[in-house]
């Protein structure tokens, strides 16, 4: 099934149903992509599993051997476009290594994140709709939501700390408006095409909304943030 995140933010591994060998792994990878690709061109409703099988190079058969139904197989396919579209945040902005100040951190993370989007528009539309009826995805994408939340108020909180950011500013509420304002502003450039904008105008000037908010100063500090990741 792939990486999860608890609720409280910790990496949570689902082991069952997970093949045992390497082949059969292989073979659930490679229905998950072919999924993947059906669903992008037909649609949740109109996806077939002989298409799924077809794509992954196995029966009709050797589908039900790895997954119960194309409800499971998308859960799957929307658990990994989750993984992909927050990479972002614990790659970039979170990542304890780096040398470069919070609105870099941001500015870079924005555009992976867009870039991202902008890749996988269509199949992002496609979970936004299933999840308004499938309760076991739509529970599933809100456990991810309030994790990477707690993640990025940590991080927050502890820049708070320093004295990087708005003490005013409640950690949560302020994660969760800044994630939703990111996503919201794709979903009109890229998917519904309401925006015109290029990908630079759009990272330049969400990152300075973000920024701004925050009240993060334009250079970078001395002053360390060790325990969110970010310095």
């Not at 060998?21 to 072919?34: D, F, H, I, N, Y």
């Not at 992008?40 to 298409?51: K, N, Y």
């Not at 196995?58 to 039900?64: K, L, M, N, P």
């Not at 904008?197 to 990152?207: F, K, M, N």
Request: glycine content about 6%; proline content about 3%.
């Amino acid at each position: 099934m792939g990486r999860r995140l608890s609720a409280d933010g910790g990496e949570k591994i689902a082991v069952a149903d997970r093949p045992r060998s390497r082949k059969g792994a292989q073979t659930r990878a490679r229905l998950v992509e072919a999924a993947k690709a059906v669903f992008e061109t037909d649609g949740f409703l109109d996806a077939r599993i002989t298409d799924i099988a077809e794509g992954a190079g196995v029966s009709h058969g050797s589908f039900y051997h790895y997954f119960d139904s194309k409800e499971q197989v998308f859960r799957e396919v929307a658990d990994a476009l989750d993984d992909r579209m927050n990479a972002p945040l614990s790659d970039v902005i979170l990542v304890a290594s780096s040398n470069a100040s919070p609105r870099e951190r941001i500015r870079e993370g924005n555009r992976q994140f867009m870039l991202s989007y902008q890749r996988d528009a269509r199949l992002i539309s496609e979970v936004e709709q299933v999840s308004r009826y499938d309760e076991q995805l739509k529970a599933e994408r809100r456990t991810h939501l309030q994790a990477y939340g707690k993640q990025l108020s940590a991080t927050i909180a502890e820049m708070q700390a320093v004295g990087l950011v708005d003490r005013t500013l409640d950690p949560i509420l302020t994660s969760h408006a800044i994630g939703a304002m990111v996503t919201r502003f794709a979903d009109l450039w890229l998917t519904q095409g309401i925006v015109e904008c290029t990908l630079d105008e759009a990272v330049d000037q969400l990152s300075r909304l973000v920024g701004n908010a925050l009240r993060l100063p334009d250079v970078p500090s001395e002053k360390p943030v060790r325990a969110a990741g970010v310095r």
